[in-house]
Every structure is written in C-alpha cells, then in structure tokens.
C-alpha cells in the first residue's frame, strides 16, 4: 500500500510478504537492489507493471532521499503487534520496563521514531544530572612537568629535549559510557524521522556530550562496559545506543541516492528473547545452565562447526538442545530443523531437544526419532496484548525445560 504523508510517500508491507505491482521510479529501484539484501527486501519487475517487493525477515523503515520530489519511506511492518515487538526488544536486550511507552505504539506502526524518542529522553535525564566523570590515565608530551615523569622514555630521547614524556591523571568527561552515547546521538544526528521535533532534539543531547572523544564506536563495546553504582544509570541507554550501532544504517549514498534505514531481524531477535526467557527461568537453580550459540566441533577433525541456539546443562553436562526456527510451523517441523538438531543431539550425546516456533497452540508434538532422540516443538505465541503475552512467558519456560525431566 502506497500514500502521500506529510511529503513523503509510504509504502507499507508486512514481514515476509509481497507487494505486487508497486509503482517505483527507476532511482528507487536501482538504489533497493543495490542497498539491500533478500532477507531485508527484495525487488523484481512485475508481470503487471511496476515492481514486486518481497520483505524478508527483517521489519522497521526503510528512507530514500529523492532530489526531484518528496523522500520515499518503506515501512516494513512486523506480524507481532507492534507493543509486543517493542516487548521483545525491551526485554532480549535487556532495556528497563518502558510500562507508560507502550500506549503510543499501540497506535502506530513504526517503531523507531518511538525508540528514538525514549533514547533521547534517557540520554537528557543524563545531562540533567550531570554526565559521569572519571580519572583517567593519559601518556603525553609535553612543554611542562604536570604528571609523573616517564623516565626511561625521557632518557632515550637524549638531554636536549625540551618536552617532557609523562602520565597524568585527568578528572574527564571522555569515557567509554560518554563515547558509545555521543556515537549513538551521532549517528542518530544524521538520520531521517517521521516526527520533525526529533531531529533537533538529538542534536541538543548531542551537545551535552561534547567532552567525549568521536571515536569509531561499535555495538561490541556497548558488551564490554562495567558498570558501577555511578554509571548504573547508563545501563539502558547504552543497551538502547546498542540497537541504533548494530541496526540503523546510514550512507552518504548509494549511487546517487542517499539513505537511511532501520531493520530489526525478526529471527535473530526471536532467538535472542527465548534465550534470555529460559536463561531466566533456570538462572534460580544452580545446578542448571544455558548455554548461548555454544560453538561445537561435528567431525573428528575439528573442519565442521556447529553453533546450536541453546543447549541446557546441567553440572556442565550437556541434557537439551534447543534451537529456535522463526517461520510458520506446519503440521510437522522441516526434515532441515530435523536434521540439524539431531545432528547436534548426536555430536553432544544428548537424547532430548526442542524445536521452538512462534505461534498457537498448546504443548506442540513429539517424536521419538529411530536415532534414539527425542524431539518436541513447542509454539510460543507472540499475539494478544502485553499484559497476555508477557503472563505466557513463565509457562512456556517451565514447559520448555520442565519436558525433558531436568527438574
């Protein structure tokens, strides 16, 4: 579906689905083919004209920058309500429960302005605050003695040096926490929003942390910060600066056509929040661990490597292997799900796994595969309201881990 909004035109799609005979100039066309991938969206002339777009397993927005007329925005819609979507993101990455944030997107249909809008708000509640200042370490050259002296540098340098090597200790704004937040509003500085008021309020915030180094910061070092009763306060904004370092792309151009998108995939996300819901549910019993893309070796020689989703421990021995599939679940799983986890079943010497689909239904199917393991699917609905799908969550842990016997 095509419309004008607000000088821009919009075509929307769902997740996985096709819009057929879209009218796009050749620019667009050109620059989709170019920009994107087929999981993100694909492109092909239409038997009727125009063009068939195919999203793929990727949602949120897609902007490109038209010189000659208003901007095109391509919004790729989730088939999850948008407020459980945001449950989702919320809750895999670890971000604080945004409870009065979700009446707004119940509303509407993207998600990234909203993300926006909350990250903004965080970051100036920061500002307001006062942004954390630390010591820190620096080695200089300098025309004057204001450190400790570095005397073995100094020495080889020879004696008619003017300068002094040494360290010093600065009381700074210019930490990790400030830099991975300036890169984010940086980033941020430069993209397109639906609401106009946004803009100007990143670069406000952006100001606020003119102290910090613009180092190339990237979603990796949002993992490595180590949080004090200081800084705790930058635990959500952080993980939130994660989504736009990992997920929103912005070029200069491509071709001749600049843009700027904004894509979650929806089945990296899926795995991500199943794992965080069964690690939460065995995180109680000390017995029990769960292990996240745990790297294994499927032939003698150590050339074949596996990466199961999940495997479930316990006293560090290997019990269920569990991978999750996001994609419609038929009468039966794919005999590919089949083989890979059997595969991985029989490489650990394990005899239970579980394929987890997103749908209906209760309890899933079992089989007992003549390789002497047992095989379940267990759908976990991501529908109705928050409130609902939220209270699924603990059931369908206890289901998950409870079915093999390990507790």
Request: charged share 25%.
């Amino acid at each position: 579906m095509a419309a004008e909004t607000a000088g821009r035109r919009v075509i929307r799609l769902r997740e996985n689905e096709t819009l057929a005979g879209v009218d796009l100039p050749a620019w667009a066309a050109d620059a989709l083919r170019t920009i994107y991938k087929e999981e993100q969206l694909r492109i092909a002339p239409s038997w009727s004209g125009g063009y068939d777009l195919t999203a793929g397993g990727h949602v949120g927005t897609i902007s490109l920058h038209n010189p000659a007329g208003p901007p095109l925005d391509i919004l790729i819609e989730p088939k999850v309500p948008i407020t459980n979507l945001f449950l989702m993101l919320t809750y895999a990455h670890k971000l604080v429960n945004f409870g009065r944030e979700l009446s707004p997107l119940a509303t509407g249909d993207d998600i990234f302005d909203p993300v926006v809008d909350i990250f903004v708000r965080q970051v100036d509640d920061i500002i307001r605050r006062g942004i954390h200042r630390g010591y820190v370490d620096r080695e200089e050259t300098a025309t004057y003695l204001r450190g400790r002296l570095l005397l073995a540098r100094q020495v080889r340098r020879g004696p008619a040096v003017v300068t002094f090597e040494q360290r010093v200790n600065e009381f700074t704004a210019d930490l990790p926490e400030n830099r991975i937040l300036r890169a984010a509003l940086d980033l941020l500085a430069r993209a397109r929003f639906r609401d106009p008021a946004l803009r100007p309020r990143v670069r406000r915030a952006l100001a606020g942390f003119d102290e910090a180094t613009p180092d190339a910061v990237t979603a990796a070092d949002c993992d490595r910060v180590v949080y004090t009763r200081l800084t705790e306060r930058y635990r959500s904004p952080i993980n939130l600066a994660r989504l736009f370092l990992r997920y929103l792309s912005l070029e200069g151009s491509a071709g001749e056509t600049p843009f700027v998108s904004f894509l979650v995939p929806m089945p990296r996300l899926f795995e991500q929040f199943v794992a965080r819901l069964l690690g939460d549910y065995v995180a109680g019993r000390p017995r029990l661990r769960l292990e996240d893309q745990w790297r294994i070796w499927l032939d003698e020689e150590r050339r074949l490597e596996g990466r199961p989703d999940l495997v479930l421990k316990r006293d560090g021995r290997a019990l269920l292997v569990l991978d999750t599939k996001y994609k419609v679940y038929g009468e039966k799983p794919a005999t590919a799900d089949v083989n890979q986890i059997v595969t991985y079943c029989h490489t650990l010497g394990v005899s239970d796994a579980v394929l987890i689909y997103p749908g209906e239904g209760d309890g899933g199917d079992a089989y007992m595969m003549k390789a002497g393991v047992r095989l379940r699917t267990r759908p976990l609905s991501l529908a109705g309201t928050p409130a609902a799908f939220r209270a699924r969550w603990g059931e369908f842990a206890g289901e998950v881990v409870g079915g093999c016997g390990v507790i």
